[in-house]
């Protein structure tokens, strides 16, 4: 940069070029350092996490000693570096928790163990009232959602595979697809299970409260086959 009074700007390029890309690994791999880069920067607008991963990279990040005062609350909940806003009021106004702007957040803070056992533990306990047919068929959307497959639909590509031996090209491309089924259907983040799990059982409340549906009940019994009517016809 020249010396001249007022000249900020620069012609040349800068004198002395990086030739490889700077690793902050590179001398130092304690444990410090791998904690810091596998953090987890959430709760804040782009820019913020431009910066905030910046720092991380070119080892500038600075790790708090003790919480931080929220700017909102006025109580020291503040536990990551250069947040000026607590979890709970940037969620409240929908704010970003570093620069305390109203911008759109970039990505959301995944639950902790504690979080993931009281939201499964609340669902439990709303699906305790539902009746046997509505929580037979929430323990199965949850299944769907978990990618697994029923064991009669098992047995029955089994047995189609072994007796047809010219559609083997057709049950691997079937097969195929219903892996890349399941692998979406794992891939679901943890958040986007529990919202997908909370909105399936409102539908069953709602369900619940429109009375007593004596088609579902009838549907809900997959019968398959006329052997399940030989009762006291053949006695």
Known sequence: MSTQRGNVNRVRRQKYQNKTVFRNTLHDNSKRTKMINSLEIAEVCKRCQDVIAWK??????????????????????????????CLTC????????????????????????AEQLQAIAQLEMEVKCLSERKRRAYYRYLDKLKGKKKKKKRKEDESAAANSSETEGVTDVADEKEGENDEELTS????????????????????????????????????????????????
């Open 90 to 113: 940037a969620k409240d106004l929908e704010i970003c928790c570093k620069c305390g702007k109203k911008e759109e957040i970039v990505a959301h803070k995944s639950p902790t163990k």
């Open 188 to 235: 679901l983040s943890l958040e986007e299970y529990f919202r997908n799990a909370q909105q399936k059982l409102d539908e069953l409340k709602k369900g619940m409260e429109g009375g007593f549906d004596m088609i579902d009940d009838f549907d809900d019994l997959s019968i398959t086959s006329d052997e399940d009517f030989d009762d006291s016809d053949e006695n």
């Open 56 to 85: 991380v990279k070119y080892k500038k990040y600075k790790l708090l000693s003790q919480p931080k005062t929220c700017i909102k609350c006025h109580q020291k909940t503040i536990k990551d570096a250069y947040h000026t806003v």
